[in-house]
């Protein structure tokens, strides 16, 4: 049996990663969440046998490793951390907070059975990019946001953690991921909320800031994908890879694209631009994601209807 532990594992993300984890019977997990913004309803319904869920607060030292000596963890995926721009924004010093959390679990992982570390990083790390599409490699890390330089630096332990103690990571640069069970904080899901309601969608500034929009299924095959490569090749490289879509896209037109998917009579309104976080221009290269998937990733519109037709998800 392969122990894993996830942290954050009852956030959007984390849930779709808990389940296909689950998929694989040689599995046992370990889920971890403060439930601060994650929820009990989106932890997996099926293989409950194979999983334990705890209430924990991975920026406590006492919490985590109280959990870490309770099991002999094979992996490490750590997807916990305070999310939502506005959210960062207003409390940037509960956002610093989360660099305890990767100090505490590169610290109980060093010298344990632990064989590798994923950590969910962000996009943000980029700022407001230079070059197109954003390269793993070469493309400057320069933002300023707390959020981004929070997983800018926990990136830095990760690599630091390797090369003075050897412990082998993969850190995942996420771009707008969407799906069912994504709270309605996000842009998707809040348009599409809105436009079912038939009420105005608000977009900021001129809509013409550009995203790319990555659905669920293709963010979380891809992960996987890598996990399953470290498995089987304990020896592989550590690397940082963009998950994302390369499709890109307005703002506006994310929009206009729910409004006529969902058969709205929702208007755009246009409000006030962002003084902050709202970057202008995203565009990832996502070379080593296609590798991993070998398959197309799903259109927008496509995505749409999906959640569409799992309603009773969208929270």
Do not use: W
Request: glycine share 6%; hydrophobic share 40%; proline share 5%.
């Amino acid at each position: 049996m392969i122990n894993i532990l996830l942290t954050g594992g009852a956030g959007f993300i984390g849930s779709g990663l808990a389940e296909k984890l689950l998929e694989n019977p040689d599995n046992f997990l370990v889920i971890v969440d403060d439930l601060s913004t994650g929820s009990i309803a989106k932890l997996p319904e099926r293989f409950t046998e194979r999983y334990k869920f705890i209430k924990c607060n991975v920026n406590e030292y006492r919490d985590i490793s109280e959990v870490f000596f309770n099991f002999h963890f094979d992996y490490v995926f750590h997807y916990s951390a305070m999310v939502g721009v506005q959210r960062t924004l207003d409390n940037p010093v509960s956002v610093l907070r989360d660099l305890r959390s990767i100090e505490n679990l590169l610290n109980l992982s060093k010298n344990s059975s632990v064989k590798r570390i994923f950590f969910s990083s962000s996009s943000e790390v980029y700022g407001e990019p230079v070059e197109f599409p954003q390269n793993e490699n070469t493309t400057p890390l320069n933002s300023k946001l707390p959020y981004a330089i929070v997983k800018n630096a926990s990136e830095a332990f990760i690599k630091s953690y390797y090369k003075e103690f050897g412990l082998p990571f993969t850190i995942f640069r996420f771009f707008n991921t969407y799906g069912p069970k994504q709270s309605k904080e996000f842009v998707i899901s809040r348009f599409i909320n809105l436009a079912l309601a038939n009420k105005p969608l608000t977009i900021y500034g001129d809509g013409q800031q550009t995203r790319t929009f990555c659905y669920i299924d293709d963010n979380i095959e891809a992960t996987y994908q890598c996990f399953q490569n470290a498995v089987s090749n304990p020896k592989a490289g550590n690397e940082i890879i963009n998950i994302g879509n390369d499709n890109e896209t307005t703002i506006a037109e994310v929009a206009q694209t729910i409004i006529r998917v969902t058969g709205s009579s929702s208007i755009i309104k246009s409000m006030p631009a962002l003084k902050e976080g709202d970057m202008r221009r995203r565009l990832p290269d996502i070379t080593k994601m296609k590798n991993l998937l070998k398959r197309p990733l799903l259109p927008l519109d496509e995505g749409i209807k999906l959640i569409l037709a799992d309603t009773q998800h969208i929270m």
